[in-house]
Structures are given as C-alpha cells and as structure tokens.
C-alpha cells in the first residue's frame, strides 16, 4: 500500500497550522504577532517551529535526508501521533512484539485501537509467522523495538528489512537504545523502505532527557 493509502483521510485532508515563522526565512529580533516580551532575554523567545537548525545537524549525524526528520516531545509523542496518523479508532488494529516497551499498548488504548501482541521465542527472537498471522486487512501498524525493551537482545537488519518489506502498513523499529548496539540502525535502509519509520531519541546515550 501506498503512504496515501495508509494515512487517514481527515489527516491526509488535513491544512497544517502555519505561522509568520513558517512564512519568513530572514532574521528577526522580534515577532509582534507573537507577542513575545522584549525585555527577558533567553526563554522569551518562541523556537523555530520546523527546527531547521537542529534537524540539519542531526541529518549530518544520523546520515538522514533532512526532509525525513521529524521531532517529538520524547518518543512517547511520536508513538501517539503514529497512531493518530494511521489508524482509525475502533476500526483498525496494531501489531507488535510481546514483551516490549509499555507505550505502544497505552497508546493504542487512548487511540481505541486494538492492540496485538505476538509473544517472541524462548530466545528473545522474533517469530516471524506468528508475527503475520496475527495482521489482516486492518493492521496499520508494525511495533518492534530493537536493541528490545525489556529483553535487551537487538534483532539483525536483514530480518527487520525483511519484516518491512512484506507487510504492507507501516513498519516502526524503535531504536532507543541502538546506540547501545553492534547491530547497527535501520536508517540507511530508509530511501528503500518508503512505509519504515525509524524511531531514535535524546534520552538513552545522549543523556539528554530533559530536552523534551
């Protein structure tokens, strides 16, 4: 399926919010429509709204088209608005790998998404045709989260590229932890994988949690 396919129509419909900042490219030291204090320096300024700046660092650091950056208040945002994104309420349905990270199942219950979890093997590893008899004509969405919490082990970029590519929604590794990892992340495969989303954070190696 196509990304058209996938995301909800309203969504797809959807005109974003845009604001002087979105608008103008050039300097300014204050925005009157904003209605920022000009006496407070530091935190009395609104920040970039399509965090230009700190997206071209990261696409040098990560090795990303810019264009493919998208940042959240934590990963937790990011597993809610992939939800809010691709799945209808009441209708459509999630998969992922059983046990792993909390949010996606507390995030599919604020959403009124079904949420399936497949156990992986004794091993840790995942079992792949349970993973697909588990996913039919309403599953949008593919949780795996690799290095895994809480399990730990990382799962080999083929069998993830190979995931990715048979199912037909949107397939989301989770790599909070890759920096962590020998295996390597999924975000060169990205240019061949148009229905991957790679998650990444500030809060594990980057010790920078507070960022959100």
């Known amino acids: ?3 058209q396919q996938l995301v909800r129509p309203n969504i797809l419909a959807m005109q974003p919010y ?27 300024r609104y920040p970039d709204p399509l965090q230009t700046e700190v997206k071209c660092r990261l696409a040098g650091i990560r090795g990303v088209d810019v264009a493919n950056i998208f940042l959240g208040v934590g990963s937790d945002e990011c597993i809610d608005i992939t939800y809010r994104t691709f799945c209808r309420p009441g209708v459509d349905n999630v998969v992922a790998i059983e046990p792993t990270y909390g949010m996606y199942s507390v995030c599919a219950a604020i959403n009124d998404v079904e949420y399936r979890p497949v156990l992986l093997h004794d091993d840790f590893s995942i079992d792949e045709e349970a993973l697909f008899a588990a996913v039919d004509a309403n599953t949008k969405v593919l949780w795996i989260c690799s290095p895994n919490n809480p399990t730990g082990n990382a799962y080999p970029l083929e069998q993830l590229e190979r995931i990715a590519s048979r199912f037909e929604g949107i397939t989301v590794v989770d790599e909070a932890y890759v920096d962590f990892s020998t295996i390597g992340s999924m975000v060169p495969r990205l240019q061949r994988l148009p229905r991957l ?11 920078a949690a507070a960022m959100r």
């Open 1 to 3: 399926m196509t990304l």
């Open 18 to 44: 845009t604001c002087a900042r979105n608008e103008y490219s050039g300097e300014a030291r204050a925005w009157l429509d904003a209605n920022e204090n000009s006496m407070i320096s530091g935190l009395n």
């Open 197 to 207: 989303i790679v998650m990444q954070t500030f809060s594990k190696a980057w010790a």
